[in-house]
């Protein structure tokens, strides 16, 4: 699966931003963790936000599902997150393979 990053610019950070994706890359080893770039199509974004402000330009990256995180307490919002979509592609892959046979 992969997931895009979108940070903000960091002008008012409250929370150790690098830490939660840190943590979140350690729980999920076998995702693809990338900074979003406007080209590629994401399963999941991860939109950091620094404080409860969130001004970060998210409109231009494209993804399927986009998580806001504006401080520690959103940590368990993307990891549900994350399992929920896993899910949701092994019932994709189930359902195309039963298709085909």
């Known amino acids: 699966?992969?997931?895009g990053i979108k940070y903000c610019d960091g002008c008012n950070t409250f929370y150790d931003r690098k830490k939660v994706l840190d943590s979140l890359r350690k729980l999920f080893k076998e995702e693809i963790f990338e900074i979003?770039?406007?080209?590629?199509?994401y399963n999941i974004i991860l939109?950091?936000?620094?404080?409860k402000r969130s001004c970060t330009n998210?409109?231009?990256?494209?993804?399927?599902?986009?998580?806001f995180i504006n401080?520690?307490?959103?940590?368990?919002?993307?990891v549900d997150t994350i399992h929920i979509e896993k899910v949701n592609q092994l019932m994709k892959l189930n359902s195309m393979i039963l298709f085909w046979y």
Request: glycine share 6%.
């Open 71 to 78: 401080s520690y307490a959103d940590y368990s919002k993307a």
């Open 47 to 51: 939109v950091f936000n620094g404080c």
């Open 36 to 41: 979003a770039n406007e080209i590629e199509f």
């Open 58 to 67: 998210y409109t231009s990256v494209k993804g399927d599902v986009k998580v």
């Open 1 to 3: 699966m992969k997931i």
